[in-house]
């Protein structure tokens, strides 16, 4: 819900967004924190700041980082939740089930602020810590 808000608040056209199954509201929680997490800029169309596409139209990379900007909001979105969607699913090559919400800050901002990106996801989730594992918070 948070996501679509984001898009509505963006002036973004809202398409289909499809539903992950068992661990859809989990994917779009962690996903809707992560966007207020990143404030990725709005032309660039990556709430999830994302170096990869998973198959999403984009121009290439916008920084040194490799940050990509994506042809449509929607292409960043679900770029965003095809990779939480494999960090939940245990098919990341990155990131797994066991990956701590600490872990997770440091390794996803390269460092760059990660106590605040950190405090931002867990303030917006409302039930998880830093020491907590993606795993057992989709338990909660």
């Not at 924190?33 to 032309?43: D, H, T, V």
């Not at 760059?112 to 950190?118: E, M, S, T």
């Amino acid at each position: 819900m948070a996501a679509m808000y984001f898009m509505l608040k963006m002036g973004q056209s809202v398409d289909y967004i499809p539903n992950f199954g068992p661990l859809d509201g989990k994917i779009k929680a962690l996903a809707a924190a992560i966007i207020i997490a990143e404030g990725s800029p709005p032309s660039w169309n990556n709430p999830g700041d994302l170096t990869r596409s998973f198959g999403f139209s984009n121009s290439g990379p916008q920084n040194s980082a490799g940050v990509l900007k994506f042809d449509t909001y929607h292409d960043g979105l679900m770029a965003l939740y095809n990779q939480i969607s494999m960090i939940l699913n245990n098919t990341s090559s990155v990131y797994s089930t066991n990956t701590t919400f600490a872990s997770l800050a440091q390794s996803y901002t390269g460092g760059d602020n990660a106590d605040g990106w950190l405090n931002t996801v867990l303030d917006k989730l409302g039930n998880a810590a830093p020491d907590m594992t993606l795993g057992d918070w989709v338990q909660v």
